[in-house]
């Protein structure tokens, strides 16, 4: 059961966090230690949750630095709000809930979708296919990356989350703040308008 | 039988449709294309990888999260250990003036006990509690005041369960030195 906040972990839990190593710890743990000063206990954290962290916002900005900035900004905000965790869902759906909210604030801030120059197939091998369908791929990956990035908030949202992260649709809901029904609505909106995006694509 | 809803081609999709609307996707070629468009779209979607930053951005991201919380305000950040927080020490001040409003009330009811006088028998406790809600009132501002009347019954007695034993002794230890002193 995650803990509901500082003052309702029992004092065996606290013995249990002082004398455990960190890395041992479970979040809820690691929450309370952190929040009992222990600083090292969130670095931890953020060891753990980087990577997802950073995807989830990759996913919004396609591209590297403002991803990691963005990351960089929900784990800052995750330190600072770190007392208001009531451990009602799991820390990993809070994270991913304030790593949403500041990637939608960057995209809205900045609302056309941009694309690096480092693309995403910057590591792969053209030489395992032929360089032809190697463009057309890149060109395609595109093209359905510009497509999600025109889709209203919640359905890019929700369907970010529920193909590259393979969330729930509870889950959804809870990063979301919506219902189930609403996440289905939104995804299924999603890749209808998806499909209507990239149909019309040259 | 209707067609399946938007609701129910995600189900679909992922598998979770209830057997008696399945037994219409099996029958229904329209809902069976509208389901194929979804999956082929969602696929095309999954195809689209996120690169792997190199092994040495994770640690340089650690260090970046760690010298921005380092930069955060002070005062943003929580220099009280835990347990010194107003949701314990408000509970256990409420706790400590009571008992020394009863402190105060119970010696003198008991002399008046022994007075013949039943008048005064029965004034004394009265004034006495009029003193004690006085004192009290003088010590609480009236936030203080709101916040105790929203405590919930059990409240301190959990919350002093929840302290460390070396944490009940010290409070223990500060009761007793704040009763001593308002006996003396």
């Not at chain 1, 025109?150 to 919506?178: C, F, N, W």
Request: contains cysteine.
């Amino acid at each position: 059961m995650p803990h509901e906040s500082a003052l309702a972990i029992a004092p065996w839990t606290l013995c249990v966090v002082t004398q455990t190593p960190l890395a041992e710890l479970d979040d809820s743990a690691l929450v309370a230690a952190a929040l009992d000063g222990r600083r090292e206990a969130f670095d931890i954290i953020v060891e753990r949750h980087r990577r997802s962290v950073y995807q989830v916002c990759y996913r919004f900005v396609n591209n590297h630095e403002d991803a990691s900035d963005l990351a960089q900004d929900a784990f800052v905000r995750a330190w600072k709000g770190l007392r208001s965790f009531k451990g009602q869902s799991a820390l990993s759906t809070w994270l991913y809930r304030i790593a949403v909210n500041v990637s939608l604030n960057k995209v809205s801030a900045k609302r056309a979708p941009t694309e690096s120059i480092e693309t995403t197939d910057q590591f792969e091998d053209v030489r395992i296919e032929g360089a032809p369908q190697a463009i057309l791929r890149k060109e395609r990956a595109a093209a359905v990356r510009r497509a999600i990035a025109s889709l209203p908030d919640k359905q890019r949202a929700t369907l970010i989350l529920r193909t590259y992260h393979d969330m729930s649709h509870q889950q959804i809901a809870e990063v979301l703040g919506s219902s189930v029904g609403a996440v289905k609505a939104n995804l299924f909106h999603a890749l209808t308008n998806l499909k209507k995006i990239l149909g019309s694509e040259p | 039988m209707t067609h399946l809803t938007s609701a129910e081609l995600i189900d679909a999709m992922e598998g979770m449709l209830i057997p008696e609307r399945a037994a219409h996707l099996a029958a229904c070629g329209a809902c069976r294309r509208r389901l194929d468009d979804l999956s082929s779209v969602l696929n095309e979607a999954k195809q689209v990888s996120c690169p792997e930053p190199s092994p040495l951005f994770w640690t340089h991201f650690s260090h970046r999260v760690r010298a921005a919380i380092d930069t955060e305000p002070a005062e943003s950040r929580n220099a009280w250990p835990s347990w010194l927080r107003w949701q314990v020490l408000l509970p256990f001040g409420t706790m400590a003036m009571i008992l020394m409003a009863l402190m105060l009330a119970v010696p003198r009811q008991v002399a008046t006990d022994s007075s013949e006088n039943d008048v005064a028998v029965m004034d004394t406790p009265a004034a006495d509690s009029a003193d004690a809600l006085e004192m009290l009132v003088g010590w609480l501002d009236l936030e203080t005041a709101g916040a105790a009347a929203v405590i919930e019954p059990g409240f301190v007695e959990q919350a002093f369960l929840e302290l460390t034993s070396e944490e009940q002794q010290e409070l223990a230890r500060l009761l007793r030195a704040e009763l001593s002193r308002e006996k003396s």
